[in-house]
Structures are given as C-alpha cells and as structure tokens.
C-alpha cells in the first residue's frame, strides 16, 4: 500500500469517526428530533462524497500514471 492510499484510508476513517462523535452528540439528550435527523444525513451525504472524491481522484491518479507510462 502506498502512501497515496494510506492517506486516503485515513481520512475516511477519519470521517468516518466524526460522524459517529457527532450523532452520539445529538443523541444526548435522549432523543432524536426531525433535525438531529436532517444533519446527521447531511453528514452522511458530505462523508460518501468525500470518499467518493476521494476515489476518483486515486483512479485518475492511476490512470495518468498508466498513460505516462504509454508515452515513454
């Protein structure tokens, strides 16, 4: 595994725990309103976006190392 994937293994977990710290945070009080509910899936949206992004992005990294590579 190179550094490129570990860094991106990171900040997944890293979202990843914040969105548990923050929906434990709004569980707190004992009970989930309509709008603990609207922000932890807008949590969860901005998370699988930026996994997504993520992940795009190492495969156009791959892909312009593949095409580099055709040009030498």
Known sequence: MGYEQA???VKKAM???DNQAKETW???DGEESVSDKIANTGDDIR?????AGDDVRAEADKWHK???KDDV
Do not use: F, S
């Open 15 to 17: 979202r990843e725990a």
């Open 66 to 68: 593949d095409v580099d």
């Open 47 to 51: 998370t699988t976006l930026g996994n």
């Open 7 to 9: 860094k991106t293994d």
């Open 26 to 28: 709004r569980r707190a």
